[in-house]
Nanobody
Framework: QVRFVESGGGLVQPGGSLKLSCAAS????????VGWYRQAPGKQRELVAT???????NYADSVKGRFTISRDNAKNTVYLQMNSLNPEDTAVYYC????????????WGQGTQVTVSS
């Protein structure tokens, strides 16, 4: 089972940027899709962005145009570049496989906290 370690979160002012990293324990190229999820207190976990092994990407409407998901297969790492951050982006961000497989594996890592506040 592939495991993920998220990093790069922190405190940033509105309008600022952060780049999150997701280091996988195995080849991400062998995974059909890898996604960034986030969960704010009292809210359901939501899928923010997905990258397929074909290179295709999907984004939630709330982050489209502001966030960019990418990967480095050689480093087995997936990134999430977050620009124009706003307080609504505050959440714990997780990296995982596509949701069906994530639920099947029943695994979520520690996540990385992103706090957007002035």
């Amino acid at each position: 089972q592939v495991r993920f370690v998220e990093s790069g979160g922190g405190l940033v002012q509105p309008g600022g940027s952060l780049k999150l990293s997701c280091a996988a324990s195995g080849s991400i190229f062998s995974i059909g899709r890898v996604g960034w999820y986030r969960q704010a207190p009292g809210k359901q976990r939501e899928l923010v962005a997905t990258i397929f092994n074909t290179g295709t990407t999907n984004y939630a409407d709330s982050v489209k145009g502001r966030f960019t998901i990418s990967r480095d297969n050689a480093k087995n790492t997936v990134y999430l570049q977050m620009n124009s951050l706003n307080p609504e982006d505050t959440a714990v961000y997780y990296c995982n496989t596509g949701l069906p497989l994530a639920l099947r594996n029943n695994y979520w890592g520690q996540g990385t906290q992103v706090t957007v506040s002035s």
